[in-house]
């Protein structure tokens, strides 16, 4: 399943189970997605161990793959939320991810007491600091998750990420180096020519730019998919004063003066967005 469409999935059922108090599901059911959002967490955790490091393509993916477990961690307490209280819940999951160990702890005492069974067992397991272990993965299939294939190498783990079911994780992957990719991957990795930046090229390229840089890399790919490359010649207007600029732009190669007449007011020199206004 798609990360993402899957929380979206969860956040409608909550709503509709907050607006609906006698609104029951099967816990089995909902134990077993539990159990598939914690072993997917622990999952890319041990993979993340056995990636490549220091390139930017490496560290994008790295990038990619903590977000994909932040969604996931989320998406184990929204699933909670509907056997359990769930604005207890939530309260719960802001503490474990506020950064403060004092709350964090208050979170996890919460929680040891509230949950039972597996439930405690893997919830203060994917929460717990310590890295992920063989017993805590063998909880999460124990209610029902797959592991799939064993992976042993960095190149196993590529081609784990490259034809999973995130078509932009398979993307980073296959762009860490992956020898295969995934159908849905593919189009973040095409050029629309051969002097054009590929989608996933131009996050590599937006994450560097202040206002972007704390926006998730999966939304980034999204903006890219409509963000269009334009070449413009020396002494060519962009747009003029009194006129509403119709786009963000952001400086590939060169440099754009923007000034009103003789009054120079900046220089726009690579990687510096201008046209703010028109967001």
């Not at 609104?23 to 993979?47: E, H, M, T």
């Not at 050029?191 to 996933?200: H, N, R, T, V, Y």
């Not at 890219?224 to 400086?251: K, M």
Request: aromatic share 8%.
């Amino acid at each position: 399943e798609e990360p993402f469409l899957r929380y979206e999935v969860l956040k409608a059922l909550g709503k509709l189970r907050s607006g609906d108090l006698g609104l029951n599901f099967d816990s089995k059911i909902v134990s077993r997605q539990i159990a598939v959002d914690v072993g997917r967490y622990f999952q890319l955790a041990r993979v993340m161990s056995m990636l490549p490091t220091g390139t930017p393509a490496a560290d994008m993916l790295g990038r990619a793959i903590g977000e994909t477990q932040q969604l996931r961690l989320e998406s184990v307490f929204r699933l909670l939320g509907l056997l359990y209280p769930a604005r207890d819940l939530l309260n719960a999951y802001h503490g474990v991810v506020s950064g403060r160990r004092i709350l964090r702890a208050n979170a996890q005492e919460f929680l040891d007491n509230l949950l039972t069974g597996r439930h405690r067992r893997l919830v203060l397991s994917l929460i717990d600091e310590q890295p992920a272990t063989e017993a805590w993965l063998e909880t999460a299939v124990s209610m029902g998750f797959d592991p799939g294939m064993e992976i042993r190498t960095r190149d196993e783990a590529l081609d784990f990420l490259a034809t999973g079911c995130d078509p932009w994780l398979g993307a980073c992957a296959a762009f860490a180096g992956a020898d295969n990719v995934g159908r849905q991957a593919s189009h973040y990795l095409d050029k629309a020519g051969d002097d054009m930046l590929s989608p996933i090229e131009k996050v590599l390229v937006l994450q560097k730019v202040d206002v972007f840089s704390e926006v998730p890399t999966d939304q980034l790919a999204a903006l890219a998919g409509i963000a269009r490359e334009t070449n413009v010649e020396a002494d060519e207007d962009i747009y003029r004063e009194h006129e509403s600029p119709d786009a963000l732009y952001l400086v590939l190669e060169g440099s754009v003066k923007l000034h009103q007449g003789d009054r120079l007011i900046t220089m726009a020199g690579r990687l510096t967005p201008f046209g703010t206004w028109a967001l």
